[in-house]
């Protein structure tokens, strides 16, 4: 199939800005539980009415200290309450936040707030501060800085209180569908980051599609609240996604600024969501937890029945859904129900107890963990999209799951396998193209189409797999994007590096590999007083390996802690053409690399 398209759920085109919601609720359901707020450890909850007033004191401070209807304000944090009204209080003035990566280096942050002429900033604590102020001389139009830490709310609210509350409404009227609602950066081909111009409409689209084809999801038990814990990083189009649906769908919204295990396993059982949505990485964690914990009780080999058991389950069940098996045996169903509260359910508690379902995106999850997860009672919907495409364009629809793919494209969007096996998207998702850079617009929207990059392939139900990448940016299982070129060129400047390929593709980290210069070696030794030794017998060299060390952490320099080399082989022989790693031209051929050095990479990741 080359193919296919689902009809649209959303009857209607979309009306004015995403603040307006706000104010709605508030309206309609001033009572109503919609955030949670962690306060000295407490969460409390935050009604639809105190939400509105938030929002619009806010807004009024903002109004007052000059930000005005279409200036773009960059937003630099972690994932917290604070986000989220700035959001919509600049959204009701018909302003744009431009988010920023928490952890960006100096130079991304001068250039994302150079390329979108950013008038304001707001940053979370002092370091951030300083990063920003240490390239403020190049940031000529940035005028005002805001430290959330510092009381910037506060204050804001305070400057804002002789504004009325007129003005912000009148502003909020003036903003129509097609305006635009964000500009978030994404690694570019080049490796610049490229600002993606996302509108209200898109938002909307994406927000109101999710939540109402996913129904199951975005709802609760009887009785119960639906609720999620937002965990993903804001600046990234999936974390901001998340924050609107739930806005939108009256979903009960709380904030996790930390994604470590060690800080989320705690918060998730804290908050008790009743839905989650996240990376691979996250449900990694959580199954690397559970067995960790059985092997210090001395169960490990229970769990490991667990395990297998759960994945027959999840796959007869699957099978059953799409007619082609009869659903788990008997046997299968007692021995399932044998490990539903010795194993199972302890999984289920980790994350709070009353999580169900769990929407997975960013990057490839294996069969096995979504099977697995199936079988212990939480449904893992796994996804794909762009920050081009305002996050998901595909996702599996609840009664049927495919584990092992991202699922057929989600109603009103339709996916196109081009001739060279590119996927091509086309629905209300899709941006208007990038910011000051009509060339980059032109390469990747074609007639109304959005060439990925990506490679895929559609089954006979129009279900997608992702093949591949046309284009060589990694990304790590926690959904971060980075492009390898610059850093890998870093590395190799240095004299005893010959030559370095970043691995990361579906991996918790970016990590190198990395071949040493024969000459390069061999002055080192030399000025060293040491006699000479093939490059073979100095991969462990611990003055050499340090030496090494000094040439990633200079790299890292060039990029966030998130796009950063965390680790590092150093190879007894080089990539050369007649092994067939590389290309005549002597480009490396990085597919062949990984699987060459397989055993290799698989150490790098070794806890």
Same mark, same amino acid.
């Given at each position: 199939?080359?193919?296919?398209?689902?009809?649209?759920?959303?009857?209607?085109?979309?009306?004015?800005?995403?603040?307006?919601?706000?104010?709605?609720?508030?309206?309609?359901?001033?009572?109503?539980?919609?955030?949670?707020?962690?306060?000295?450890?407490?969460?409390?909850?935050?009604?639809?009415?105190?939400?509105?007033?938030?929002?619009?004191?806010?807004?009024?401070?903002?109004?007052?200290?000059?930000?005005?209807?279409?200036?773009?304000?960059?937003?630099?944090?972690?994932?917290?309450?604070?986000?989220?009204?700035?959001?919509?209080?600049?959204?009701?003035?018909?302003?744009?936040?431009?988010?920023?990566?928490?952890?960006?280096?100096?130079?991304?942050?001068?250039?994302?707030?150079?390329?979108?002429?950013?008038?304001?900033?707001?940053?979370?604590?002092?370091?951030?501060?300083?990063?920003?102020?240490?390239?403020?001389?190049?940031?000529?139009?940035? #005028?005002?800085?805001?430290?959330?830490?510092?009381?910037?709310?506060?204050?804001?609210?305070?400057?804002?209180?002789?504004?009325?509350?007129?003005?912000?409404?009148?502003?909020?009227?003036?903003?129509?569908?097609?305006?635009?609602?964000?500009?978030?950066?994404?690694?570019?081909?080049?490796?610049?980051?490229?600002?993606?111009?996302?509108?209200?409409?898109?938002?909307?689209?994406?927000?109101?599609?999710?939540?109402?084809?996913?129904?199951?999801?975005?709802?609760?038990?009887?009785?119960?609240?639906?609720?999620?814990?937002?965990?993903?990083?804001?600046?990234?189009?999936?974390?901001?996604?998340?924050?609107?649906?739930?806005?939108?769908?009256?979903?009960?919204?709380?904030?996790?600024?930390?994604?470590?295990?060690?800080?989320?396993?705690?918060?998730?059982?804290?908050?008790?969501?009743?839905?989650?949505?996240?990376?691979?990485?996250?449900?990694?964690?959580?199954?690397?937890?559970?067995?960790?914990?059985?092997?210090?009780?001395?169960?490990?080999?229970?769990?490991?029945?667990?395990?297998?058991?759960?994945?027959?389950?999840?796959?007869?069940?699957?099978?059953?859904?799409?007619?082609?098996?009869?659903?788990?045996?008997?046997?299968?169903?007692?021995?399932?129900?044998?490990?539903?509260?010795?194993?199972?359910?302890?999984?289920?508690?980790?994350?709070?107890?009353?999580?169900?379902?769990?929407?997975?995106?960013?990057?490839?999850?294996?069969?096995?963990?979504?099977?697995?997860?199936?079988?212990?009672?939480?449904?893992?919907?796994?996804?794909?999209?762009?920050?081009?495409?305002?996050?998901?364009?595909?996702?599996?629809?609840?009664?049927?799951?495919?584990?092992?793919?991202?699922?057929?494209?989600?109603?009103?969007?339709?996916?196109?396998?081009?001739?060279?096996?590119?996927?091509?998207?086309?629905?209300?998702?899709?941006?208007?193209?990038?910011?000051?850079?009509?060339?980059?617009?032109?390469?990747?929207?074609?007639?109304?189409?959005?060439?990925?990059?990506?490679?895929?392939?559609?089954?006979?139900?129009?279900?997608?797999?992702?093949?591949? #990448?046309?284009?060589?940016?990694?990304?790590?299982?926690?959904?971060?994007?980075?492009?390898?070129?610059?850093?890998?060129?870093?590395?190799?400047?240095?004299?005893?590096?010959?030559?370095?390929?970043?691995?990361?593709?579906?991996?918790?980290?970016?990590?190198?590999?990395?071949?040493?210069?024969?000459?390069?070696?061999?002055?080192?030794?030399?000025?060293?007083?040491?006699?000479?030794?093939?490059?073979?017998?100095?991969?462990?060299?611990?003055?050499?390996?340090?030496?090494?060390?000094?040439?990633?952490?200079?790299?890292?320099?060039?990029?966030?802690?998130?796009?950063?080399?965390?680790?590092?082989?150093?190879?007894?022989?080089?990539?050369?053409?007649?092994?067939?790693?590389?290309?005549?031209?002597?480009?490396?051929?990085?597919?062949?690399?990984?699987?060459?050095?397989?055993?290799?990479?698989?150490?790098?990741?070794?806890?």
């Amino acid at each position: 199939m080359r193919e296919f398209t689902v009809p649209p759920v959303i009857t209607g085109a979309p009306v004015g800005g995403l603040a307006d919601t706000v104010f709605q609720h508030a309206h309609e359901e001033p009572g109503r539980v919609v955030l949670g707020r962690k306060t000295g450890g407490v969460w409390r909850d935050v009604t639809s009415g105190e939400l509105a007033a938030e929002v619009l004191a806010l807004a009024k401070g903002l109004l007052a200290q000059g930000v005005r209807f279409g200036d773009r304000v960059a937003v630099m944090s972690r994932t917290r309450y604070e986000w989220t009204l700035f959001d919509f209080a600049l959204w009701a003035i018909g302003a744009q936040p431009v988010p920023v990566y928490p952890t960006s280096s100096a130079e991304q942050v001068r250039w994302i707030l150079a390329d979108s002429r950013c008038t304001a900033c707001v940053v979370e604590n002092e370091d951030q501060a300083m990063t920003v102020g240490s390239v403020v001389d190049g940031l000529p139009e940035l #005028r005002l800085l805001w430290q959330l830490d510092a009381g910037a709310v506060d204050a804001l609210v305070a400057d804002g209180r002789g504004v009325s509350e007129d003005v912000v409404h009148r502003h909020r009227g003036a903003v129509t569908p097609d305006a635009v609602a964000t500009v978030i950066y994404t690694s570019g081909t080049t490796g610049r980051p490229k600002g993606c111009v996302l509108t209200h409409a898109n938002f909307m689209f994406e927000a109101d599609t999710m939540a109402g084809h996913w129904e199951s999801v975005f709802q609760a038990s009887p009785g119960e609240q639906p609720s999620t814990l937002l965990f993903l990083p804001l600046a990234h189009v999936f974390g901001r996604m998340v924050e609107v649906a739930a806005v939108r769908a009256r979903v009960k919204l709380g904030h996790q600024p930390v994604l470590t295990a060690a800080e989320l396993l705690p918060g998730l059982a804290a908050f008790r969501p009743t839905f989650v949505l996240g990376v691979p990485y996250v449900f990694e964690k959580v199954f690397a937890a559970a067995r960790r914990k059985a092997e210090a009780e001395g169960r490990t080999g229970p769990f490991d029945r667990a395990v297998e058991t759960a994945v027959r389950y999840a796959e007869a069940r699957e099978q059953q859904a799409f007619g082609i098996g009869p659903g788990p045996s008997a046997g299968l169903r007692v021995e399932h129900q044998v490990f539903e509260k010795l194993v199972y359910g302890k999984v289920r508690a980790a994350m709070g107890g009353r999580v169900r379902h769990a929407m997975s995106g960013g990057s490839a999850m294996s069969r096995r963990l979504g099977l697995f997860f199936e079988g212990a009672g939480i449904t893992i919907f796994e996804g794909y999209g762009l920050t081009e495409s305002s996050a998901a364009a595909t996702a599996n629809p609840p009664g049927a799951t495919k584990y092992g793919t991202v699922g057929p494209p989600i109603p009103g969007c339709t996916v196109h396998i081009a001739a060279d096996g590119e996927v091509w998207l086309h629905g209300g998702h899709v941006f208007s193209g990038y910011l000051n850079d009509p060339r980059g617009t032109q390469e990747v929207l074609r007639g109304g189409w959005l060439a990925t990059g990506d490679l895929g392939r559609l089954d006979e139900d129009g279900y997608l797999t992702i093949t591949g #990448r046309k284009k060589e940016i990694l990304v790590t299982s926690n959904g971060k994007s980075v492009q390898p070129a610059a850093l890998e060129e870093r590395v190799r400047s240095h004299p005893l590096v010959a030559q370095c390929v970043l691995v990361g593709n579906d991996r918790p980290y970016i990590a190198a590999l990395i071949t040493l210069d024969p000459e390069g070696i061999a002055h080192w030794l030399s000025m060293r007083g040491l006699p000479q030794r093939p490059a073979a017998e100095l991969v462990h060299d611990t003055d050499l390996s340090a030496e090494v060390r000094r040439a990633v952490v200079a790299a890292n320099t060039l990029v966030s802690q998130a796009e950063a080399i965390r680790t590092f082989r150093v190879l007894p022989e080089q990539f050369s053409e007649e092994r067939g790693l590389l290309t005549p031209s002597l480009k490396l051929k990085r597919r062949a690399i990984e699987k060459a050095y397989a055993m290799e990479v698989a150490a790098l990741y070794q806890s």
